[in-house]
Antibody
């Protein structure tokens, strides 16, 4: 079955960077994009960006450009999201999600990775 | 600009049915959406994708009590025979070429 397993919680200081991983299994990794979505406590879902594991092409929400990088390691079927210049506003749970092919509905979610930014 | 609008809250009684709404902004009435469920303290889970003609395809293991329908720019999620475990926040989601994750604000469902 399809699974997206994410890395554990992280605590970072303001100004630092964080790199979250997402290991995929149960499907052909290169056939589906990986997207990243975050959720601050008590808030809604915010889309961050996408990555094509086959080509490495990426696209980021305007508000994150220059501060986010999405990469992958195809041999380990792992996607990564690195966010730099962290502030307290980046404290959130970060999810990797897999969209369908053809229609971009998010049909599988990782379990989430909590990132806390605190001095 | 594509916007998904959801009422912030809904409630219904145990064993009853409830119909949740997601409204697509003007000019986007043909878009397919997905419904996701987020139980308290958990991550979101995909429920189904729902097309403008009302056809829908559910995710693995989603009970028959969950169904979808459409009318114009409105997309609906109907939950029948409500259980206490259905108490959750329900999000609708769609995409554009530039913004591949467009989410509604979510509807918090309370089972009375």
């Amino acid at each position: 079955q399809v699974q997206l397993v994410q890395s554990g919680a992280e605590v970072k200081k303001p100004g630092a960077s964080v790199k979250v991983s997402c290991q995929a299994s149960g499907y052909i990794f290169s056939n589906h994009d990986i997207n990243w979505v975050r959720q601050a406590s008590g808030q809604g879902l915010e889309w961050i960006g996408w990555m094509n594991p086959y080509t490495g092409n990426t696209g980021y929400r305007q508000t994150f450009r220059g501060r986010v990088a999405m990469t992958r390691n195809t041999s380990t079927r792992t996607a990564y999201m690195e966010l730099t210049g962290l502030t307290s506003e980046d404290t959130a749970v970060y999810y990797c999600v897999r969209p369908n092919v053809g229609e971009y509905t998010f049909d599988y979610w990782g379990q989430g990775s909590l990132v806390i930014v605190s001095s | 600009q594509l916007v998904l609008t959801q009422p912030p809250a809904a409630s219904a009684s145990l064993g009853a049915s409830v119909k949740l709404t997601c409204t697509l902004s003007s000019g986007h009435s043909t878009y397919t959406i997905a419904w996701h469920q987020q139980l308290p303290g958990k991550g979101p889970r995909y429920l189904m994708k729902l097309k403008s003609d009302g056809s829908h395809k559910k995710g693995d293991g989603i009970p028959d009590r969950f169904s979808g329908s459409s009318s114009g720019a409105e997309r609906y999620l109907t939950i029948s025979n409500l259980q206490s475990d259905d108490e959750a926040v329900y999000y609708c989601q769609t995409w554009t070429a530039d913004i591949r994750g467009v989410f509604g604000g979510g509807t918090r469902l309370t089972v009375l």
